[in-house]
C-alpha cells in the first residue's frame, strides 16, 4: 500500500495593487490545495516447469488487483482583517469551497504464459489475459487478449557452428498479439456534474460537465512484428531490423458535438481502424578495443507510417474535413498557394473548382502530411586513457509549420518574422504580399487564406547535437584513497536546419526552442 499528499497555498496580498486605489487588507485573498491519493496492488503468481519432451515447459499464472483513491479540496478566502492572518483561513471574512471531490479507480486481471524451448534454439510463447476496469460502464468493463510469440535462434545450428568468427549471433523472431487501453479518466461513462464553487442568492449550484454513454469499452490494438538480430565478429558489429504493424481500433476519444447542445464532445468509441507501420534498424559496433583507446558507436534510424483503413461514415461525420481514407492521420488539408501576383501583391491561390474564387473547404484541397520521413540518432562513446567522449546526433526528416504561421496579422503590434522587410513593393517582385499601413479588406483575406495554406508550410528537417558529455579523471597515484572526476556537459549545442522559425522540433507559437544547457562539475567518491 501506498499513500501520498501534498498541500498547496497560494495568496494574493493588498501589496500588488496601487497604494492609490486606497484598497484593504479586506481584498486580500489565500488559496490552498490539499491532495491525497491511497493506492494498493496485489499480484500473487504461481509457475509451474518441467522437462516436457525434447524442450523445457514454463508455466506462469497469475491474478492482479490494483485499486487507487484520491481526494482533493480546494479552498478560497477573502477578507483578512491583516495580512499576517493570510495563512489562517478561518480569520477570513468569506470562504468559498472551490472543489472537493474523491475518485476510485479499480483494476482486475487474470494472466497466464507459457513457454516452450528447446535447446535454446526454438522458442515458443503463448500468452492470455482478461481485464476489468472500474473505467466502463456495466456489462462493457471487461475484455479479453492474447498474444503469441515465436524465435528461432538458428546460429546455434549445425550448419553455421564453423562460421562463429564471422557469424556469432542469428535469430528471427516473430510475434502477433492484441492488448487494450483505458486510459481515459474515471467516471466517463456516467452523466456528472459539480459545483459551481460560488452561491447564487445563498445556493451553490451544480453545472453539468459530462453526458451520458455506457456503451464504450477496451481501445483494441493489434500488434505484428518480425525482426532479424545478427551478430558478427564476435558481436563486435550487431545489427537489428524490425518491421511492425499495429492496427487499432475502438479508439477512446471525445466525439465532438455541435456547440448547441452544450458540450463539447461525448467519449466514445471512434468506428475506426487506424495503421501504424514501420522499419526500425539498430546499429552497434565496436570500432576500437586497445586497452587504451576505446570507441563504441551505434546508429537508429526509423522509418514510420500512418494512415486510415476504415471510418464507416466518415462523409457525414464532424472528421470529414479532417480525415481521408488511405491517407495518414496528420494530414492537413490547406489551400495551395501559387505566389505573389504581381501587379496586386497580394497572395494568389490554386482555384481548385474553377468558380473564381477562394472559398473553404471547397478550394482546401491540398494535402500535406507532417509525419517524418524518418528519424534517428547516432551515438558515440570514445576513451583515451582517463579521458572519455560521449555525444549524441539526432536527425530528423519532416516538414512542418515555419515563422509564417506564427506571424501576427499585419499591423498589429506583436512580432513578425525577419523576412517581411523584403515584402512586395511596387516594381520590386517577392513572394511575400505586400505591408499596408491602413485596413485593406483584400489583402487581409488574402493573409487569413495563406495562414491556412501550404504556405506557412516548409522543410523543417534538422541535425542537432543533443548531448556532449567530456569527462576526465584524475590518476589514481594523484589521489590513492580518492576517485575524482571533472566533466562537462552539455545538451541541444548546435542545429543545422533550413527551417525558417524558432525551431524545427518546437514549432508552436509562443513555445521556446529546447534549452541549451551547460553544466560542469566534480564528482569525488572517497574510498575507505
Given at each position: 500500500m501506498r499513500t501520498i499528499g501534498w498541500k498547496r497555498n497560494a495568496f494574493r496580498q493588498i501589496l500588488i495593487y496601487d497604494p492609490a486605489w486606497g484598497y484593504t487588507t479586506a481584498v486580500s485573498n489565500a488559496f490552498r490545495s490539499l491532495v491525497s491519493q491511497r493506492s494498493w496492488n496485489f499480484e500473487p503468481q504461481l509457475e509451474f516447469?518441467?522437462?516436457?519432451?525434447?524442450?523445457d515447459l514454463q508455466v506462469l499464472g497469475g491474478l492482479t488487483f490494483q485499486e487507487r483513491t484520491a481526494h482533493a479540496l480546494q479552498l478560497s478566502g477573502t477578507g483578512?482583517?491583516?495580512n499576517n492572518l493570510i495563512d489562517n483561513l478561518s480569520a477570513a471574512t468569506t470562504v468559498y469551497i472551490l472543489a472537493d471531490s474523491e475518485v476510485l479507480y479499480r483494476y482486475n486481471a487474470i494472466f497466464g504464459r507459457l513457454n516452450y524451448n528447446i535447446d535454446g534454439k526454438y522458442i515458443l510463447n503463448l500468452t492470455g489475459r482478461r481485464d476489468g476496469s472500474s473505467r466502463f460502464g456495466p456489462g462493457k468493463r471487461f475484455a479479453n487478449f492474447g498474444a503469441v510469440g515465436g524465435a528461432w535462434i538458428f546460429s546455434k545450428e549445425k550448419i553455421f557452428a564453423d562460421m562463429q568468427t564471422a557469424l556469432s549471433f542469428g535469430k528471427l523472431r516473430g510475434s502477433y498479439g492484441t492488448t487494450g487501453s483505458d486510459q481515459i479518466g474515471d467516471y466517463q461513462y456516467l452523466s456528472t456534474y459539480q459545483a459551481t464553487g460560488v452561491p447564487y442568492q445563498g445556493v451553490v449550484g451544480l453545472q453539468p460537465v459530462r453526458l451520458f454513454n455506457p456503451d464504450f469499452s477496451w481501445e483494441t490494438n493489434k500488434k505484428l512484428e518480425f525482426a532479424v538480430e545478427l551478430g558478427f565478429l564476435k558481436d563486435r558489429l550487431y545489427l537489428t531490423a524490425a518491421h511492425y504493424r499495429n492496427r487499432s481500433s475502438s479508439q477512446l476519444v471525445g466525439i465532438p458535438l455541435p456547440t448547441m447542445?452544450?458540450?463539447?464532445?461525448?467519449?466514445?468509441?471512434?468506428?475506426?481502424t487506424v495503421q501504424n507501420t514501420g522499419w526500425e534498424f539498430?546499429?552497434?559496433?565496436?570500432?576500437?578495443?586497445?586497452?587504451k583507446?576505446?570507441?563504441?558507436?551505434?546508429a537508429n534510424v526509423t522509418f514510420a507510417r500512418n494512415k486510415l483503413l476504415r471510418y464507416d461514415g466518415l462523409e457525414s461525420s464532424t472528421y470529414a474535413e479532417q480525415y481521408i481514407i488511405g491517407q495518414p492521420l496528420d494530414i492537413v488539408k490547406v489551400y495551395h498557394n501559387t505566389g505573389v501576383d504581381q501587379?496586386?501583391?497580394l497572395y494568389t491561390f490554386q482555384d481548385y473548382n474553377g468558380d473564381g474564387q477562394i472559398t473553404w473547404p471547397e478550394d482546401s484541397q491540398k494535402i500535406v502530411s507532417l509525419t517524418p520521413d524518418y528519424y534517428g540518432g547516432l551515438q558515440n562513446s570514445l576513451s583515451y586513457k582517463n579521458w572519455s567522449l560521449d555525444f549524441l546526433l539526432q536527425f530528423v526528416k519532416q516538414q512542418g509549420y515555419n515563422h509564417f504561421n506564427t506571424g501576427a496579422i499585419p499591423g498589429l503590434p506583436d512580432n513578425q518574422p525577419a523576412a517581411v522587410v523584403s515584402a512586395w513593393q511596387s516594381g520590386s517582385p517577392s513572394d511575400i504580399q505586400l505591408y499596408t499601413a491602413g485596413y485593406n479588406n483584400e489583402a487581409l483575406d488574402a493573409f487569413y487564406n495563406f495562414i491556412g495554406s501550404d504556405g506557412v508550410i516548409s522543410d523543417a528537417s534538422f541535425l542537432r547535437l543533443k548531448n556532449l558529455s567530456i569527462s576526465y579523471t584524475l590518476p589514481k597515484e594523484w589521489l590513492p584513497s580518492t576517485s575524482c572526476r571533472l566533466y562537462f556537459q552539455g545538451q541541444n549545442l548546435l542545429t543545422l536546419t533550413k527551417f525558417k522559425g524558432a525551431d524545427p522540433e518546437n514549432q508552436t507559437r509562443g513555445s521556446l526552442p529546447p534549452l541549451r544547457t551547460l553544466s560542469f562539475g566534480v564528482q569525488i567518491d572517497f574510498q575507505p
Amino acid at each position: 500500500m501506498r499513500t501520498i499528499g501534498w498541500k498547496r497555498n497560494a495568496f494574493r496580498q493588498i501589496l500588488i495593487y496601487d497604494p492609490a486605489w486606497g484598497y484593504t487588507t479586506a481584498v486580500s485573498n489565500a488559496f490552498r490545495s490539499l491532495v491525497s491519493q491511497r493506492s494498493w496492488n496485489f499480484e500473487p503468481q504461481l509457475e509451474f516447469t518441467r522437462r516436457l519432451g525434447p524442450g523445457d515447459l514454463q508455466v506462469l499464472g497469475g491474478l492482479t488487483f490494483q485499486e487507487r483513491t484520491a481526494h482533493a479540496l480546494q479552498l478560497s478566502g477573502t477578507g483578512f482583517a491583516n495580512n499576517n492572518l493570510i495563512d489562517n483561513l478561518s480569520a477570513a471574512t468569506t470562504v468559498y469551497i472551490l472543489a472537493d471531490s474523491e475518485v476510485l479507480y479499480r483494476y482486475n486481471a487474470i494472466f497466464g504464459r507459457l513457454n516452450y524451448n528447446i535447446d535454446g534454439k526454438y522458442i515458443l510463447n503463448l500468452t492470455g489475459r482478461r481485464d476489468g476496469s472500474s473505467r466502463f460502464g456495466p456489462g462493457k468493463r471487461f475484455a479479453n487478449f492474447g498474444a503469441v510469440g515465436g524465435a528461432w535462434i538458428f546460429s546455434k545450428e549445425k550448419i553455421f557452428a564453423d562460421m562463429q568468427t564471422a557469424l556469432s549471433f542469428g535469430k528471427l523472431r516473430g510475434s502477433y498479439g492484441t492488448t487494450g487501453s483505458d486510459q481515459i479518466g474515471d467516471y466517463q461513462y456516467l452523466s456528472t456534474y459539480q459545483a459551481t464553487g460560488v452561491p447564487y442568492q445563498g445556493v451553490v449550484g451544480l453545472q453539468p460537465v459530462r453526458l451520458f454513454n455506457p456503451d464504450f469499452s477496451w481501445e483494441t490494438n493489434k500488434k505484428l512484428e518480425f525482426a532479424v538480430e545478427l551478430g558478427f565478429l564476435k558481436d563486435r558489429l550487431y545489427l537489428t531490423a524490425a518491421h511492425y504493424r499495429n492496427r487499432s481500433s475502438s479508439q477512446l476519444v471525445g466525439i465532438p458535438l455541435p456547440t448547441m447542445t452544450g458540450f463539447p464532445s461525448i467519449q466514445a468509441n471512434l468506428d475506426a481502424t487506424v495503421q501504424n507501420t514501420g522499419w526500425e534498424f539498430d546499429f552497434r559496433t565496436i570500432i576500437l578495443d586497445t586497452g587504451k583507446w576505446n570507441w563504441t558507436a551505434s546508429a537508429n534510424v526509423t522509418f514510420a507510417r500512418n494512415k486510415l483503413l476504415r471510418y464507416d461514415g466518415l462523409e457525414s461525420s464532424t472528421y470529414a474535413e479532417q480525415y481521408i481514407i488511405g491517407q495518414p492521420l496528420d494530414i492537413v488539408k490547406v489551400y495551395h498557394n501559387t505566389g505573389v501576383d504581381q501587379q496586386t501583391g497580394l497572395y494568389t491561390f490554386q482555384d481548385y473548382n474553377g468558380d473564381g474564387q477562394i472559398t473553404w473547404p471547397e478550394d482546401s484541397q491540398k494535402i500535406v502530411s507532417l509525419t517524418p520521413d524518418y528519424y534517428g540518432g547516432l551515438q558515440n562513446s570514445l576513451s583515451y586513457k582517463n579521458w572519455s567522449l560521449d555525444f549524441l546526433l539526432q536527425f530528423v526528416k519532416q516538414q512542418g509549420y515555419n515563422h509564417f504561421n506564427t506571424g501576427a496579422i499585419p499591423g498589429l503590434p506583436d512580432n513578425q518574422p525577419a523576412a517581411v522587410v523584403s515584402a512586395w513593393q511596387s516594381g520590386s517582385p517577392s513572394d511575400i504580399q505586400l505591408y499596408t499601413a491602413g485596413y485593406n479588406n483584400e489583402a487581409l483575406d488574402a493573409f487569413y487564406n495563406f495562414i491556412g495554406s501550404d504556405g506557412v508550410i516548409s522543410d523543417a528537417s534538422f541535425l542537432r547535437l543533443k548531448n556532449l558529455s567530456i569527462s576526465y579523471t584524475l590518476p589514481k597515484e594523484w589521489l590513492p584513497s580518492t576517485s575524482c572526476r571533472l566533466y562537462f556537459q552539455g545538451q541541444n549545442l548546435l542545429t543545422l536546419t533550413k527551417f525558417k522559425g524558432a525551431d524545427p522540433e518546437n514549432q508552436t507559437r509562443g513555445s521556446l526552442p529546447p534549452l541549451r544547457t551547460l553544466s560542469f562539475g566534480v564528482q569525488i567518491d572517497f574510498q575507505p
